[in-house]
C-alpha cells in the first residue's frame, strides 16, 4: 500500500532489551523524521534524516539510534530500552521543504517493562 | 524554539453542535498543520494551512499569519469528530522543517 507504515504496531518489552521500530515510506520523500508523543509532553522530535545516510539528532535523542540506507526506510532502534521510553512513537516524511506538508505514520506503541 | 498554545483545553459537545478551535504562536511561521488524533492515536492530517482560509466538509480553518494564530470550525459536530485536534508550526527560517505541536484540544461529541 502506498504511504507510510510503521510496524510493530504493538511492542511490549523488557528493561535492557534492543527494539527496533521500523518505518518505511512509498513516495520517495527526502525527510524523514521520529517524533515520542507522551502525556504532558505532547510530541517531541527524537531524530530526523534530510536524506539517505543523512541523520541528526532532534530534541530527545539519548537512548536511541536510527539508520538510513536507504530513503524509504528509516529504522529506530532502542539499544537497551528503559521505563521511560514507553512511549506512543510516531514516524514521519516530507518531500520538499521544509513548508511542505508532513506526513505522520499510524504510530508503534511500546511498552518497556 | 516556537511556543503553540492551543485552546480550549477540553471541549464538550453535543451532536450537531459548532465549535472553534484556537492556536496561537509565538514567531512567524512558513507552515501550519491541524491533525486529529482519533481514539486509536493516528493523526490524520486536516489541513496545511500557513495563511488564508481552506474548508473540507464540515471543517474549516483560518490562519492569519500576521496576527499569529489559527482558528478550526467544525460544524454540526458528529460522534466521529471526538478525539484529539492538534496544531503543529514550522518556524519561518527553519531549514529542518520540524513541527512544534501544541498541547492539544480534547473533544468529545455526545450522541
Known amino acids: 500500500d502506498a504511504g507510510i507504515t510503521q510496524s510493530p504496531r504493538y511492542k511490549i518489552t523488557e528493561t535492557g532489551r534492543q527494539v527496533t521500530l521500523m518505518c518505511h515510506q512509498t513516495w520517495s520523500h527526502s525527510y524523514m523524521f521520529w517524533y515520542r508523543q507522551d502525556l504532558g509532553h505532547g510530541l517531541r522530535l527524537i531524530y530526523y534524516s534530510a536524506a539517505a545516510d543523512i541523520t541528526d539528532k532532534g530534541e530527545v535523542p539519548d537512548g536511541y539510534v536510527v539508520s538510513r540506507s536507504k530513503t524509504e526506510n528509516f529504522p529506530l532502534t532502542l539499544e537497551s530500552a528503559t521505563r521511560s521510553q514507553t512511549s506512543v512513537y510516531f514516524c514521519?516524511?516530507?518531500?520538499?521543504?521544509?513548508?511542505?506538508?508532513?506526513?505522520f505514520g499510524p504510530g508503534t506503541r511500546l511498552l518497556v517493562l | 524554539g516556537i511556543q503553540v498554545e492551543q485552546s480550549p483545553p477540553d471541549l464538550i459537545l453535543q451532536e450537531g453542535a459548532n465549535s472553534t478551535l484556537r492556536c496561537n504562536f509565538s514567531d512567524s511561521v512558513n507552515n501550519l498543520q491541524w491533525f486529529h488524533q482519533n481514539p486509536w492515536g493516528q493523526l490524520i492530517n486536516l489541513f496545511y494551512?500557513?495563511?488564508g482560509t481552506k474548508q473540507n466538509g464540515r471543517l474549516s480553518a483560518t490562519t492569519v499569519a500576521t496576527e499569529r494564530y489559527s482558528l478550526l470550525y467544525i460544524s454540526s459536530s458528529q460522534t466521529t469528530d471526538s478525539g484529539v485536534y492538534f496544531c503543529?508550526?514550522?518556524?519561518?527560517?527553519?531549514?529542518?522543517?520540524?513541527?512544534?505541536f501544541g498541547r492539544g484540544t480534547q473533544l468529545t461529541v455526545w450522541p
Open positions: 494551512i500557513p495563511s
Open positions: 514521519a516524511s516530507r518531500s520538499g521543504g521544509a513548508g511542505e506538508t508532513q506526513y
Open positions: 503543529a508550526v514550522v518556524n519561518r527560517g527553519s531549514t529542518l522543517g520540524r513541527l512544534y
